[in-house]
């Protein structure tokens, strides 16, 4: 969006809201209980890969004879992999944003707390922008790995759906911020990092 942050106010937007990076679960518990239809799908999601599983682990157990050990040996490797997947994971929100038109993005971590955030100093995003830039890592991850799941042998399919529906559980973040737009979708919402700061605004102005 082709507009600085310092020319929010004389463009008529009102700050909403703001996202202390240090301490984002508060804000972020808050939008991904909401009932809307992004934290609705990030729930539904997750509790259908857990069943789906649930029922592949079974089923090579129970019908394909493969060894108990074998089977929770690729469901722990499912688990695994997608803390492997945190720098793709960010890394292709720096893409993102970089594709809707920053030129300045970064990464922050907080190890205490364990969260990770890919983040655009000062440049500011409107809706449609911050959507691809918080779908992008999920849509794509999922996809590639739902692809192996039919390429690969059946122990290696159910790695890769364990880690579908366990990065999908690490994504509650970026779904807990499509639901804060979503909620808010009678305004024109937008957004932008400080990162000197280490925090985000949101701003709107009414449509």
Same mark, same amino acid.
């Given at each position: 969006?082709?507009?600085?942050?310092?020319?929010?106010?004389?463009?008529?937007?009102?700050?909403?809201? !703001?996202?202390?990076?240090?301490?984002?679960?508060?804000?972020?518990?808050?939008?991904?209980?909401?009932?809307?239809?992004?934290?609705?799908?990030?729930?539904?999601?997750?509790?259908?890969?857990?069943?789906?599983?649930?029922?592949?682990?079974?089923?090579?157990?129970?019908?394909?004879?493969? +060894?108990?050990?074998?089977?929770?040996?690729? %469901?722990?490797?499912?688990?695994?992999?997608?803390?492997?997947?945190?720098?793709?994971?960010?890394?292709?929100? @720096?893409?993102?944003? +970089?594709?809707?038109? @920053?030129?300045?993005?970064?990464?922050? %971590?907080?190890?205490? +707390?364990?969260?990770?955030?890919?983040?655009?100093?000062?440049?500011?995003?409107?809706?449609?922008?911050?959507?691809?830039?918080?779908?992008?890592?999920?849509?794509?991850?999922?996809?590639?790995?739902?692809?192996?799941?039919?390429?690969?042998?059946?122990?290696?399919?159910?790695?890769? !759906?364990?880690?579908?529906?366990?990065? @999908?559980?690490?994504?509650?973040?970026?779904?807990?911020?499509?639901?804060?737009?979503?909620?808010?979708?009678?305004?024109?919402?937008? !957004?932008?990092?400080?990162? !000197?700061? +280490? %925090?985000?605004?949101?701003?709107?102005?009414?449509?």
């Amino acid at each position: 969006m082709k507009i600085q942050p310092e020319s929010l106010l004389e463009n008529s937007y009102t700050l909403l809201d !703001t996202l202390d990076h240090q301490d984002i679960m508060p804000f972020l518990q808050q939008y991904i209980k909401k009932k809307t239809i992004s934290a609705i799908f990030y729930y539904t999601f997750c509790g259908i890969s857990l069943g789906v599983i649930g029922a592949y682990a079974a089923l090579l157990y129970f019908s394909s004879g493969f +060894k108990g050990e074998d089977v929770f040996f690729h %469901v722990s490797l499912g688990c695994l992999l997608p803390f492997l997947l945190i720098p793709l994971h960010e890394y292709l929100h @720096a893409i993102a944003y +970089k594709w809707v038109g @920053a030129s300045n993005t970064s990464y922050d %971590v907080n190890w205490k +707390k364990f969260y990770f955030m890919a983040v655009a100093d000062k440049f500011v995003a409107n809706r449609q922008e911050f959507l691809v830039v918080a779908w992008l890592p999920f849509t794509v991850i999922s996809l590639l790995s739902f692809l192996l799941c039919w390429v690969t042998p059946p122990l290696w399919g159910l790695t890769m !759906t364990t880690t579908i529906g366990i990065h @999908a559980a690490f994504c509650s973040g970026d779904f807990a911020l499509i639901s804060y737009f979503e909620y808010h979708k009678d305004k024109e919402l937008i !957004t932008f990092d400080d990162v !000197t700061n +280490k %925090v985000s605004y949101f701003y709107y102005r009414k449509i």
